[in-house]
Every structure is written in C-alpha cells, then in structure tokens.
C-alpha cells in the first residue's frame, strides 16, 4: 500500500542570492510499513524534498512548486494550512539532523514533547506530561521522569536525540522522516540510535524515509533506496539491487567511495572528481554529465528519463538506453559485485 | 527553469550515442568575488545607506564651502535685519542679533562635524591601543584591563562627560577631552574581543609557528580583518559625539562664545517656540537630526554588508 | 544562580565605590573653591562657611567624612539652593523624576519590543519598513530635539498641551514621549534582529513540523527566546533614560532631580553635583543588579549551570 507518492515535484527556492532551483522533477514513494533510504551528498535536495512533504518552507520563500506530493490520498499541495498543521506531528513526523539545535533551549524536555501532544490531543497537561515520560521511557531514556524535567544542554547527544525521537512519536505517526538523524552524532551513537529506529518501526507499524548520506547506514536499514543528484532521483530500487546491481555512475561513484576491509593501505581512497552544478544555473542534460566518466553527447543535450534496470529498479541513465554500448567498467563492476552473501548484500561490506 | 523533455516521448537517434569526452566546461568553479568588493557591492544595495553615505558627503562639503556662498559672516550683525524669516537676501533667515542664520549653520556645521569627528578619531585611537594590547597580551593583564573597563563602563558616559566639563572648564578641546575621557570603552572591548578572536584562528597560529614575529602579524593579519567592525563602531560614534555635544550645549556646557555649534544654536534657540520666530531653531535641530540619521544609517548599512551570515 | 548574583553585587558595589571616588577627586580637582564667586561675603564669613563645610580641612579627611556620611544616607549640604539639606532635596524630586521615567520605560519597553515583533512578523515588507524607518528617525533625533518639535506643535501651537511645568496627568505627556522615544526605536531595532534570528533558527522549524500553531510557535519559542537578549539591555537603555531625563526636565521645567542636578553644574554647587552624581550611580547600579536577577531568572542556562553556557 503506497503511503506517500512525491510525483515530479519541481521546486524553486528564493535566496538573497537569486532563485536556487532545488528540484528538478523529484519522483519517490514510501509504501507502509517500509524504510526507505534517500542517499545523496549534501546540497543534493534531500532535505528540501522533506521539508517540502511537511509544507516548512513559508509561501515567500517558494519561487514556484509544481507536481503533486499524494498522502493518505491527499495532495498535500493543495492542502489548506490548518489541515496541514494537523497533519504535521501526527500524521508524518520528522526528526532533525542536530539534537542540539532542533529543541528550544530554554524549555524543558517535558514539555516540548508534552507540546507536541497538546497540539493534536484533547488531554490535560498532566496527562501529556505523563505520557512524555512514557515515550522517553519507550525510546530508551533511563530515568524518564528526571530528563523530562531537564534542558536540552543537560542531556548528552544521544539522549538528546532520543529525546527528539520521542516528540516525534508522540501522536503515533504513519510516516517518520529522519532527515540524517545520526550525522551530528558519535559513531557508538549512532548504532544504538539506528536500532531504536528499526525497533521502532516494528513496533509501530509506521513507514520510515531515512535520509542520510552515508551508505554504511543503508545498508544496515534500508527496505528500499533512492540515490539523489541534483535534484533528481537517479537511481531507485530494493536494497540489494542497489548494492549488487547498481545501474547509474553515480551510484557506482558512491559505491567506489566506501572504503572497504578489503582495501589495501597502498590504494588511494577513490573520489568522485568534480563537484555538484550549481543550482542556480539551468541544467538542460543529465546533471551528472560533467563528472561521468562514460558520457555520451546524449547526456549534454537531453534529460535521460528512468529506465528499467531490473524488477522495482529504476535508473535515470542514458547506458541504459538500447542505442548506449555496453560498457567495460559497467560489466566489470556488476560482475565483481555480484555473488552476494546470504543477507542479499554484496561481498566486502562489514 | 530546467529544460525538459517529456519522458515517454524521447527517442534521440543513435549518434548521440557515442561517447564524448567532457566539455569545456566541466569544472564549474565558483570564483567567490574579492572580499572588499562584495562588501561594497552589498553596501551598495542598501539604499538607505547609499543615502546616507550621500548625505554625509553633502553635510561636509557644505560645511567646507557653505559660509562661503553667502556674502555675510557668521558673526556679523545687522540689528535692521533682525529676525527676518528665511527670503531670498538670507536663505535661512536671521536671528535677533540680525545674523545670517545661514551662514551660522554652516560654520556651525564644522564645529560641531569637527567635534564628532575628532571624537570618534580619539576614542578609537584609545581604544585600539588599550583593547589591542590587553587582547593581545592576554592573561592577567588582560583581566585587570577589562576590570577596568567594566567598572567605568558603569558610569553613564553623559554623566562622566558633564562632571569632566565641568572640573575642566569650557572649551572646544575640553569638550572633545571630556567625550573621549570615557567614550573609548566602547571601542576597547570591541578590539579586545576581535584580537582574542583572531588570535585563536588557525592562520595566526600557524603564522607564528613559522617564526613571524608578534608585531608583524598583528599588523597584517590581525588588524585587517579585525578593521570591519572596529570601522563600524568608528561610524556609529560619529551620532553619539555629536548628539553629546548637542546635549552638553543644552546645558550650558557646549563650546564658548563667540564658537557656536549647532548645540548651542539649538539651545540659545530654544525660546523661539514662544516667540514665532521658529526658523532659528528649526535649522539647527534638522541637521543636527539628519547628521545623526545618515551616519546612522551608513553604520547600519556597513555593519550588514560585512555581517558574514549573507542574510537579507 | 546565587554564585553569579553575589559575584554581579559585588561588583557593582565595588563600581560604585569608584565611581565616588572618581567624583569626588574631580570635584576638588577644580581650581578655587566654590566662594570664590560671592563677592559680597567678608573674609570672616567665607572662613566661616568653609569651615562649616569641612572645606579646611585635608582632602583625605574631607573624603574620609565624605564616604562616612555616605555610609548613613547623609548627602551632606547645598552651597546654593534655599533648601538646605540634600538628602531633603532629594527626597522631594526623586519621586517625580522616577514617575516620569518610569512612563517612558514602559512607553519604551511595549512599543519598541510591539514595533520590533510587527516588523521582524513582515520582514521585508510594508510592517517591516514602517517600523524600521520609524526606528531609525527615533534613535538620531535627539530626545531634546524633539522634545522643542512636540512643544512648538501641541502646546503653542495646537494647545491641547501644557507647555511645561509639572500638575496633570497632561504634563507628562511631552516628557515622557521625548524621553521614551530613542530607546523605544533601538529596542524595536534589537527585537526585530532577535526576533530575525530566532525564526529563522531550527527548533523553530521543528516546532512547526510537531504540528504546533503559528501563534504558539512565534509566541512560545521564537518571541520568549528573542527578548533575551533585549533584557541584558534593559540596565543600560534605563541609564539612557536617565541621563536623558537631566534635559528633558530642565527643557520642561520639572522640578526632578535631574534639573536639579542641571542647575547645580551650572552653579557649582559642589556638594549638590557629588550627590546628584551618587544618586544616580546607585540607581543606575541597582537597575542593573535587578536586570541580572530577572535575566538569571529566566535564562536556564545560568539558573543550572550558573554561568551563561
């Protein structure tokens, strides 16, 4: 069951700098139940496309916004603001990159979770207090009822970070939406924060977006991926396709970067040469033409649409099309990757 | 905009298929405009202090050429032209001493230009060198240096500025002495907190890792780039020198005769709201206001283009 | 919390002490002594006089006296007025000088933070200029400047309001307005950078994406964190107010301690202008030690952790 359906969504941003075309005609969906990871460096869009499903960005800062973003059968485009704030916490509920700045600092953890409840329940402010303990209870706080009556500098990042896994929770959302939740966190953190998502979600049944740019992470969590460039998704599909068939060279580039047990001391640390178009320019072709080893003249002049690349698998690759030759790297690379291990994931990843 | 082309329509031919090395403008590299030029070029969108900037050059160079361009002294009196509203023989009026208003206003203009310029001159000069040493040298020094600074900083600078006059006398050098006596804390602590800042910056460490002595990076890293806001400050203490002097006229401690600023015109004005002849007053007081107002809005302005966060 | 207060108290006792001093060394800094100017009185009464008012003896004495009368709450004698005991003077302007500062405090504090929210609220756009242009013409003409602009135009010309004096409800009107308006626009000024910043800050928007209501995000988060910063400057725009309040009073004829304290410059009356200049340290001081127990207060910051971060 297809919970959100983002439908080629383009998106312009007004800065003191001119407009910045954040998206380019962004296409995803999250089923129920499901986590879907949205991979792509920073600047990619990733964050603008979220923050765009919850309506944050106020009215003078859109230049202009077409596409449809279809929730619960609504679109949530269309939606009038007060059904939109109802929506917000309750219905999809996201969790920021930094604890730290993401919770008032002059107000108690208690209440901003209390707050969150208040704002869609009719229950007493007790009763919210109450249950804001219980939900920092749930998400792995030890003595709850002390923390709940703490500042945010009083709590480490991770507690802090549960704290705000908590807020999120508190009306039972269908959809969770972790923008980089473990980015400003330490690696330890990390991994206990990721298991309270996953453990979560089986509990609650909801449907997770886990934003993140590193792909270690991915590949621990991720039912589903969608590699992000430029405002576009490139390349989308179940995560062991992603890993053992990836079908764009971006995808392939990220790949590359990861340094795996295997690598030797002596190997350099592969890089993707060049950097991210700027946003505020046009972009006629494929945005990643200039830093792709295997461009044809195609890539310049037209916009490559998605390609099938296998069942659920897309890739928005002109070597997809039938006219491209077929490449060695390409093979090389699928062939090396394959012959995955029994969790469906390619060989060499810890 | 983006050039699209509809998805399922596409079919290019099969030439464009073949493999093309990068065009030659692969690397997009954003060449970030010279630091100064970015400030100025964002100073310069801000009208309100191109205004100002404008009017700050207007005001000094009327001052400079503006008792000139009538054929009366500032002091001359003509007691038949007593009190004459402003016409076409005296553009600003008279007042009951038959002086030309205008005339006044001018030389008027370059005390009281003078007294806020040499002010803010002074307390900088106090300032940087107290602040710079204090940040600078840092430790014990620095604490009792800045104790001192929060304990004078405790005394209103009006306050201090009068019991300064009046231990020193009247004078046009005593005032700008009074003003200065305190008003370099202000600036102090500022430098004082840039030189603590930028000491900790990596460059200046690594600088003197390579053996550089202290003076020549304090005078050519740290002072540059400590300039900005210290050149803020220098241009907002233009409008509280003046408005001080202005203030200390009203008193009775502005500069003596026969010197007059536009304090004392204002306060010596003062009882023409009684008496009609408002255009003595109203002179005076405008510049006064509208010196304040441009180097306000100047200040402002300089103070936004070099705020590094590029927020409007 | 208590940490921090008592180390601000302190130093604020330790400011007054020298400010005092720093007083009193500038008044007997002055050439001549203050009969120097009564020709009429013979030399026996002018060694009488002086003698009166301790102004034989050394000058260590004389400060030794000075701060042990402080230390009573006695101000000592005028030189000049018909009322001979300062602290009696005092006590009869005092009240009027903080009735009409504290009009212009408040006229200042609902106004500016009222200006600086509507602006911040419509940023870059028509409430936005308004108010900011308001705010600028507020903090560069000068309060006495526009103290003369609001007598020519409601008092002689309209009429509707007393030219001076103090009486009604009425005089207050002109003073309070001429002395409230500068710190009213560099509040609204602060309120709207404040406001700025904390909009555009992150919890903000996680507020929002809780589902919070507009009115409860701008009131509860952004505008309860933003007038932090505009209590820390709450000590000293009430200095302004008062350094203001000497003019303002002496324009209107108010008989507070601030003209007052304008008259006995002008007279050099010696006694007068040291106190004058206590007094207001201590109120000054005092503000501040109560705006640093109010921002203490509702910092949390500084409530645990006693420090600011």
Same mark, same amino acid.
């Given at each position: 069951m297809t919970l959100l359906e983002i439908d080629n969504l383009h998106l312009g941003l007004r800065t003191a700098d001119g407009i910045v075309?954040?998206?380019?005609?962004v296409t995803l969906h999250v089923d129920e139940g499901e986590m879907l990871a949205v991979v792509g460096e920073s600047g990619c869009g990733k964050t603008v496309t979220m923050q765009t499903v919850l309506g944050l960005f106020s009215a003078r800062e859109i230049a202009y916004r077409q596409g449809r973003i279809g929730f619960a059968g609504r679109d949530l485009l269309e939606l009038p603001e007060d059904e939109m704030r109802r929506l917000r916490g309750s219905q999809i509920a996201m969790v920021f990159q930094d604890p730290m700045t993401a919770l008032?600092? +002059?107000?108690?953890i208690g209440h901003q979770i209390g707050e969150a409840i208040l704002a869609h329940r009719r229950v007493s402010r007790a009763a919210a207090m109450r249950q804001a303990v219980a939900l920092l209870s749930q998400v792995g706080v030890p003595q709850p009822e002390m923390r709940a009556a703490?500042? *945010? $500098?009083?709590?480490?990042g991770g507690l802090r970070q549960r704290a705000v896994i908590a807020s999120a929770l508190a009306c039972g959302p269908r959809l969770l939406i972790a923008?980089? *939740? +473990? +980015?400003?966190?330490d690696v330890t953190i990390q991994a206990q924060i990721l298991a309270l998502l996953r453990s979560l979600q089986r509990q609650y049944g909801m449907a997770i977006i886990l934003v993140t740019h590193d792909l270690g992470v991915v590949a621990e969590m991720a039912d589903r991926v969608a590699v992000m460039y430029a405002g576009r998704i490139v390349e989308e599909g179940p995560i062991d396709a992603i890993f053992?068939?990836?079908?764009h060279p971006y995808t392939w580039g990220l790949l590359e970067c990861l340094p795996r047990? +295997?690598?030797?001391?002596?190997q350099k640390l592969r890089t993707i040469e060049g950097a991210p178009p700027d946003l505020a320019g046009p972009l006629p072709?494929?945005? $990643?033409a200039d830093r792709?080893?295997?461009?044809?003249s195609v890539c310049w002049e037209y916009l490559p649409p998605m390609f099938d690349a296998g069942t659920k698998h897309q890739s928005a690759c002109w070597?997809?099309? *039938?006219?491209a030759a077929p490449i060695a790297e390409a093979t090389r690379l699928r062939q090396s990757a394959s012959a995955p291990d029994e969790k469906g994931l390619p060989r060499g990843r810890a | 905009m983006s050039v699209e082309r509809a998805h399922e329509t596409l079919d290019p031919p099969a030439e464009v298929f073949r493999p093309r090395a990068? /065009?030659?403008?692969?690397?997009?590299?954003?060449v970030a405009p010279g630091r100064r030029r970015e400030i100025v070029r964002r100073l310069g969108q801000n009208r309100l202090a191109v205004a100002g900037f404008w009017i700050i050059v207007a005001l000094v160079f009327m001052a400079i050429i503006g008792p000139s361009?009538?054929?009366?002294?500032?002091? =001359?009196? &003509?007691l038949l032209e007593? &009190? =004459?509203?402003?016409? /076409?023989?005296h553009w600003f009026g008279t007042d009951d001493f038959g002086r030309d208003v205008f005339a006044r206003t001018w030389t008027g203009a370059r005390i009281s230009l003078f007294v806020g310029f040499t002010a803010a001159f002074l307390d900088l000069v106090v300032g940087v060198v107290y602040g710079g040493i204090s940040g600078y040298v840092g430790g014990t020094t620095d604490d009792v240096m800045m104790r001192v600074v929060d304990l004078l900083y405790g005394l209103p600078h009006l306050l201090s500025t009068v019991l300064f006059m009046v231990v020193l006398g009247p004078g046009l050098f005593t005032i700008i002495v009074a003003m200065v006596a305190t008003g370099w804390l202000g600036m102090a602590r500022l430098v004082r907190g840039q030189v603590l800042q930028l000491k900790e910056l990596e460059y200046v460490q690594a600088a003197h890792a390579l053996g550089i002595p202290s003076r020549r990076v304090l005078a050519r890293h740290l002072i540059p780039n400590a300039m900005g806001p210290i050149l803020v400050n220098l241009t907002l203490t233009v409008p509280a020198a003046i408005f001080t002097e202005a203030a200390l006229s009203f008193l009775?401690?502005?500069?003596?005769?026969p010197l007059a600023s536009w304090g004392t015109m204002t306060a010596q004005s003062l009882v023409t709201i009684l008496t009609g002849d408002t255009w003595r007053l109203f002179f005076p007081a405008f510049f006064i206001s509208l010196t304040m107002f441009a180097f306000n809005a100047f200040g402002d302005g300089l103070r936004d283009a070099l705020d590094p966060r590029l927020r409007r | 919390m208590t940490a921090y207060l008592a180390r601000r108290f302190l130093l604020s006792l330790l400011t007054l002490w020298v400010i005092i001093t720093l007083t009193f060394v500038l008044m007997h800094a002055i050439?001549?002594?203050?009969?120097?100017?009564?020709?009429? #009185?013979s030399p026996q009464a002018m060694e009488n006089l002086r003698r009166y008012y301790g102004l034989d003896r050394p000058l260590l004495v004389q400060y030794g006296r000075y701060l042990a009368n402080l230390a009573r709450g006695d101000l000592g004698r005028s030189l000049?007025?018909?009322?001979?005991?300062i602290n009696q003077i005092i006590a009869d302007g005092l009240p009027i000088s903080a009735l009409l500062g504290a009009e212009a405090l408040i006229v200042a504090v609902l106004g500016g933070i009222t200006l600086g929210v509507l602006a911040a609220l419509g940023h870059n756009r028509v409430p936005d200029y308004l108010s900011m242009g308001t705010a600028i013409v507020g903090i560069s003409v000068p309060g006495f400047i526009l103290a003369t602009l609001l007598i020519d135009v409601?008092?002689?010309?309209?009429? #509707?309001?007393?030219?001076?004096?103090?009486?009604?409800?009425k005089h207050t009107v002109m003073p309070a307005f001429s002395l409230a308006l500068a710190p009213l626009a560099y509040l609204a000024r602060l309120t709207r950078s404040s406001m700025l910043e904390e909009l555009g800050q992150d919890y903000v928007k996680a507020a929002v994406a809780r589902g919070l209501s507009r009115p409860r995000v701008i009131v509860g988060h952004a505008l309860r964190n933003a007038l932090l910063p505009v209590i820390t400057v709450l000590g000293p725009l009430t200095a302004g107010i008062l350094t203001g309040s000497f003019i303002i009073e002496y324009i209107f004829g108010i008989p507070g301690i601030g003209k007052i304290f304008v008259l006995s410059i002008s007279d050099r009356d010696y006694p007068l202008i040291l106190s004058g200049a206590v007094v207001y340290s201590v109120l000054l001081l005092a503000t501040n030690f109560l705006v640093d127990v109010a921002y203490s207060l509702v910092d949390p910051r500084i409530r645990v952790l006693g420090r600011a971060r």
């Open positions: 075309h954040a998206l380019h005609g008032n600092p +002059t107000l108690t703490q500042y *945010p $500098f009083q709590l480490s923008d980089e *939740p +473990t +980015t400003a966190l053992s068939r990836p079908s047990l +295997t690598t030797l001391r002596s072709g494929c945005a $990643f792709c080893a295997h461009a044809m070597l997809l099309h *039938p006219h | 990068h /065009g030659p403008a692969a690397k997009t590299v954003v361009l009538v054929p009366y002294a500032y002091d =001359e009196q &003509n007593a &009190n =004459e509203p402003p016409s /076409g023989r009775g401690l502005g500069v003596p005769l | 050439p001549g002594d203050p009969f120097m100017s009564e020709a009429r #009185i000049r007025s018909e009322v001979r005991d409601f008092a002689v010309r309209l009429g #509707i309001l007393p030219v001076a004096t103090w009486g009604t409800w």
